[in-house]
Antibody, heavy 120, light 107 residues
Framework: EVQLVESGGGLVQPGRSLKLSCAAS????????MAWVRQAPTKGLEWVAS????????YYRDSVKGRFTISRDNAKSTLYLQMDSLRSEDTATYYC?????????????WGQGASVTVSS | DIQMTQSPHSLSASLGETVSIECLAS??????LAWYQQKPGKSPQLLIY???SLQDGVPSRFSGSGSGTQYSLKISNMQPEDEGVYYC?????????FGAGTKLELK
């Protein structure tokens, strides 16, 4: 069974940093792209960042470019999202997702989500 | 960025009814279109990929169609467990974008 388990969420002041982790199991992690998708309270889904299976290429939405860094450790089957210079508009539930390029670039597995609140 | 315009914003359906949700892309996306269902307090789940391919384990009453810029999700024989919010998403190019969502309720 595919499992994605996020950790590292919490309350953080504007301008500070936070790092999310996602432990993957039930599939060969190094064969898949991975992505972070977020959802602000009562809002819709918003893609944040993606990383190729080797980690050699990364992609970001403009609003987080230069502030967030997606990375992975294939030996540990773990995905990360380093979030720096956080803003109130980054408040959201962050979902770790498996990005299946074999199924035409869809998110075919989702974690339970990690809540991030940016507030003073 | 590719804009995904989803309609309607909300709808209600009776048990056994058939409903459709539309998604319009601001440019052609070559069927790189997925549909997700999100139930309250839960993570989204993939229903349809590549516009019309049914994800494993998803009931056959869900179906997708479309091409170019226009796509739709059809739910036949509405069931209580189909209540939730439905999102379309284009995987044609980064940044991936989602529709605003359609809230489906049982009448």
């Amino acid at each position: 069974e595919v499992q994605l388990v996020e950790s590292g969420g919490g309350l953080v002041q504007p301008g500070r940093s936070l790092k999310l982790s996602c432990a993957a199991s039930g599939f060969t992690f190094s064969n898949y792209y991975m992505a972070w998708v977020r959802q602000a309270p009562t809002k819709g889904l918003e893609w944040v960042a993606s990383i190729t299976n080797s980690g050699g290429s990364t992609y970001y939405r403009d609003s987080v470019k230069g502030r967030f860094t997606i990375s992975r450790d294939n030996a540990k089957s773990t995905l990360y999202l380093q979030m720096d210079s956080l803003r109130s508009e980054d408040t959201a539930t962050y979902y770790c997702t498996r990005e299946n390029y074999g199924s035409y670039y869809v998110m075919d597995a989702w974690g339970q989500g990690a809540s991030v609140t940016v507030s003073s | 960025d590719i804009q995904m315009t989803q309609s309607p914003h909300s709808l209600s359906a009776s048990l056994g009814e058939t409903v459709s949700i539309e998604c319009l892309a601001s440019e052609g996306i070559s069927n790189y279109l997925a549909w997700y269902q999100q139930k309250p307090g839960k993570s989204p789940q993939l229903l349809i990929y590549y516009a019309s391919s049914l994800q494993d384990g998803v009931p056959s009453r869900f179906s997708g169609s479309g091409s170019g810029t226009q796509y739709s999700l059809k739910i036949s024989n509405m069931q209580p467990e189909d209540e939730g919010v439905y999102y379309c998403q284009q995987g044609y190019k980064y940044p991936y974008t989602f529709g605003a969502g359609t809230k489906l309720e049982l009448k």
